[in-house]
């Protein structure tokens, strides 16, 4: 897979959690995908929820191998996708999935270029036979439609005294 244009760790990672939406269109929190680094449920996790906050903050850029690792096992992606400049989402994610395309390269690593070509053409063919006529696949798999997130109940903002005095006012006036 060639090499592609450096994509900040911070930016893939918003993408990761954009795509781990829940029902209600709302995205984990860090405490949660802390939670979900550790490599046994229940355990230890890989880092913790701060780490988290600047990994998608780009605060941090250069995380351990175990926090990768830990990334990889929350956000349910190649662990080379976190890495730089492989950002081939759906190209990585059908490498690690399925041992068959691991052999079809290795079997074709001392081909060269003909072999790559007679490879795409075959596939291309394949994919023509089972309908999918478009050849354009995206480099990262299109995620779900995804609902808006809605607010987040929290603290009013303290008014200043000119708008407690309207609110007042019209609290009083009614409709």
Not at 18 to 34: E, L, N, V, W
Not at 68 to 89: E, K, Q
Not at 159 to 171: C, P, V
Request: glycine residues 8%.
């Amino acid at each position: 897979m060639p090499l592609g244009p450096h994509v900040p760790l911070a930016s893939k990672l918003a993408l990761l959690l954009g795509r781990k939406r829940d029902q209600a269109g709302k995205t984990p929190s860090t405490r949660a995908i802390a939670t979900a680094t550790a490599q046994d449920v229940g355990g230890k996790p890989a880092m913790t929820h701060q780490v988290v906050n600047e990994l998608l903050t780009g605060e941090k850029t250069d995380p351990k191998l175990s926090q990768l690792l830990g990334l990889a096992r929350a956000f349910d992606t190649p662990v080379s996708f976190l890495l730089p400049r492989y950002n081939g989402l759906t190209s990585l994610t059908v490498y690690e999935e399925y041992p068959e395309v691991r052999e079809a390269l290795r079997l074709i690593h001392d081909l060269g270029p003909e072999g790559a070509s007679e490879l795409l053409e075959a596939a291309r063919e394949i994919r023509s036979r089972h309908g999918h006529s478009d050849l354009t696949v995206p480099e990262i798999p299109e995620p779900l439609p995804s609902v808006p997130e809605a607010p987040r109940p929290g603290r009013r903002r303290r008014l200043s005294f000119d708008e407690a005095a309207q609110r007042a006012a019209s609290d009083l006036e009614g409709p």
